[in-house]
Nanobody, 115 residues
């Protein structure tokens, strides 16, 4: 059974760092895209960063230069290194895994940045 599990997150002071991890398992086919999204209270879910086939990585403008994703295709894992965190980065962060036409989501992990 396909499963996406996130870990990491927590409470951090502005300017600090956090690292999120995501592991996908049970996929019937090879993974195409892996990435991170986030949803703040009262807002729509938005893209943070995506690792697409071919090795290209797309970052939201709001996190460029501060966040870095790294993907291990052999292990079906992806990490999100978040540096210079700001209060506006506070949200539930979700890992998303795309396999052909299907997108699988993790359960989400809370990131809270206080000033």
């Amino acid at each position: 059974q396909a499963q996406v599990v996130e870990s990491g997150g927590g409470l951090v002071q502005a300017g600090g760092s956090l690292r999120l991890s995501c592991a996908a398992s049970g996929m019937r086919w090879g993974i195409d895209t892996m990435g991170w999204f986030r949803q703040a209270p009262g807002k729509q879910r938005e893209l943070v960063a995506n690792s697409i086939p071919g090795g290209r990585i797309i970052y939201a403008d709001s996190v460029k230069g501060r966040f870095t994703i790294s993907r291990d295709n052999a292990k079906n894992t992806i990490q999100l290194q978040m540096d210079s965190l700001k209060p506006e980065d506070t949200a539930v962060y979700y890992c998303a895994v795309q396999v052909r036409a299907e997108t699988y989501w993790g359960q989400g992990t809370q990131v809270t940045v206080f000033s």
